[in-house]
């Protein structure tokens, strides 16, 4: 695997991560605690896959120019921004959310998880609608 493959590993792993956060989501709903909680460490090692990936993608390659103009760039920006945003405030929170969990604090753990699934998601998919916009466009 070359270094410009990574873009595409990244909303592969993108798209997993999303897949298995609503998976888990759906199985704590129905008190499936046990394969929630397989859910949740998935998601959790997934985007940490990607992390490392997409660091070492930038770190070797660099940034990456939209190409497109006009009301396409400016939805392209939006999307970017609010996913850049979010990407660093999530990482606490999933950090808490599990810190929660491990420590059997599961009213805790609801608490937070209820910020930290949608904002979590939110970074999964717009994660792949940036690499579309810029790799597919």
Known sequence: MSTSDLPSLNAVLNSTSAILLITGWFLIRNRKITLHRICM?????????????????????????????????????????????LAVV??????????????????????????????????SVTGVVVYLMLYQL
């Open 41 to 85: 460490v998935s998601a959790f090692l997934t985007s940490t896959l990607f992390l490392i990936s997409y660091l070492y993608y930038h770190y070797h390659h660099g940034s990456t120019r939209f190409q497109g103009t006009g009301i396409l760039r400016t939805i392209y920006l939006s999307i970017l921004g609010t996913h850049t945003v």
């Open 90 to 123: 999530i990482l606490p929170l999933i950090m808490l959310t599990f810190a929660r969990a491990l420590r059997n604090d599961l009213t805790g753990h609801r608490r937070i998880a209820r910020w930290t699934l949608p904002l979590w998601l939110y970074v």
